[in-house]
């Protein structure tokens, strides 16, 4: 049997759907065009791929990115999908209830990373799913992004999800990009980027241009943003 780092891994956007329309994500001018193209594939069709692909590289690794739980059937595939591939990692905004995870997936085959927005879930309803996850014995992890617009209540949060013990694995990841004329992560003050890691990290990696060049040092400023 092959361990986690010998499996072939596969990063699989399932759906372009969401519920929530946050400012920072580049996908989400493109929600009502999705809607149309998304979701198209039954459970059914989508296994019979995977076993071709469980044939041919046996017991692979899976990350389902974007908001899978916009997936109609999401429960009947990954009951599915659990029994010939994982772990499979469920990347998620927690946009809905998590009882059909709870119910009908294998904690030991699946696990959870959940990014808390606070522009379109309350911390309470994003705490209760999460911690109704951890009771069933699921690997979680959780992510905060410091965007601007909330910047001021990103301690509190991480406050609020120690206290809660959701500390396992727990970061905040800096924000890229633009808010109100302003480029981040540069914009952040020097407390904030002392909380955040980044006084660990050169300012010439921060960005990465149309090449892609830069992108994995975005990865590693990241990776250096975590309790």
Same mark, same amino acid.
């Given at each position: 049997?092959?361990?986690?780092? +010998?499996k ?12 929530? $329309? ?35 590289y ?21 009951? $599915?999908?659990?029994?010939? #591939? ?49 009771m069933?014995?699921?690997?979680? #992890? ?13 301690p509190?949060?991480?406050? +609020? ?38 006084? +660990? ?19 590693? $400023? ?6």
């Amino acid at each position: 049997m092959k361990n986690d780092k +010998e499996k072939l891994k596969f990063f699989w956007k399932l759906t372009a759907d969401c519920p929530f $329309m946050c400012p920072y994500c580049m996908d989400a001018p493109k929600r009502n065009i999705s809607r149309i193209l998304t979701n198209r594939l039954l459970p059914e069709e989508w296994i019979f791929y995977w076993k071709l692909i469980y044939d041919k590289y046996g017991t692979c690794e899976i990350v389902l990115l974007e908001e899978p739980l916009s997936y109609p059937e999401l429960e009947k595939l990954i009951s $599915m999908l659990q029994e010939i #591939h994982y772990p499979i990692h469920i990347s998620t905004a927690l946009s809905r209830e998590v009882d059909f995870i709870i119910n009908a997936l294998s904690p030991a085959r699946v696990r959870i990373h959940a990014r808390f927005h606070p522009l379109f879930i309350t911390s309470e309803d994003f705490l209760r799913r999460m911690l109704a996850l951890k009771m069933a014995k699921f690997q979680i #992890h959780v992510s905060i992004l410091a965007y601007p617009l909330y910047l001021d209540n990103i301690p509190i949060y991480v406050e +609020e999800f120690r206290r809660k013990a959701l500390n396992e694995y727990l970061k905040v990841d800096p924000y890229v990009g633009e808010y109100r004329g302003a480029r981040y992560p540069e914009s952040y003050s020097p407390q904030m980027r002392k909380y955040l890691g980044l006084s +660990e990290f050169p300012e010439e990696r921060w960005h990465s241009d149309s090449n892609g060049n830069g992108k994995k040092g975005q990865e590693e $400023m990241k990776n250096l943003c975590r309790w």
